[in-house]
């Protein structure tokens, strides 16, 4: 299938690696106008100019308001409205309750949570103006589980799953037509991860392709969640979290 995205324009931050750079190359194969965002200049316009005339590549910081403002007038002034929002751009640092810093901790709610509600909030604002639209946040089964080695990460990741389904409720009492998800892979291929792995090791070992009991999916398979609840097929679907995660939250003993 193709042109799933046909006619819609698409902001997608963190688009410069991972999850982000994939969604943004589905997102134009399916027809979409996409603006790429991120801290990483160099690999966010490189990734750009391989997508050709139906992208362009703007530099932000997430978590600064001013970053939000500054892309709200470039899409008032292009005029085309916004249709979609992916909020992904995310960092992962570990620590867990006795070992976390209140440094870092404000340093990820910052990166990780005040970035989706400045993100969401833009989105709202020109959405309902034009008509209505999607608005994708990308958590992690981080937010559902209990994962001792990041609890910075694991409550700003739940805050964007209570931010996403109280906007989605917002959203339908007023009428906008816009609708609100969040997203919630488990282990996911991308730089974020591959760190992790033991020097000489194979990552390809992990994912699921070599076993299905393995928790690392490709960013193609996030991505294509994403394009899903972007897109029209999912019109009646709304603040729902979307595990991505193969059933990991849903094993037994
Ligand atoms: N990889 C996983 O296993 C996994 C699992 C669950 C959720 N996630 C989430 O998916 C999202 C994407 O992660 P990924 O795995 O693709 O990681 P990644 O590191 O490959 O990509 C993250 C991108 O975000 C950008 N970024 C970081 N801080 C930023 C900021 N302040 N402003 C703008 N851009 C910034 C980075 O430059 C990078 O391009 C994140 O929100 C992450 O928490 C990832």
Redesign the pocket.
Known sequence: MSGRLQGKLAVI??A?????EVCARLFVAEGAQVVL????VE?GEAVAASLGAQACFLR????DPQSWDALAAYLVERGSGLDVLVN?????LKANIEDESLDQWHKLLR??AD?VFLGTRMAVRLMKDSGGGSIVN?S??AALLGLEDYVAYSASKGAVAALSRAVAVHCRKHKYRIRCNSVH????M????LGGYPKGMDPSAFTIDADPMNRMCL?GDVANAVLYLASDESRAINGIEMRVDSGQAVMGI
Do not use: H, R
């Open positions: 931050t963190g410069a690696s991972g999850i982000g965002t991120d801290l990483n690999a932000q910081d997430v978590s992904n751009a995310g960092v992962l990166i990780n970035s990308i992690s089964l892979p488990d282990g996911v991308t730089p974020m991860t960013p």
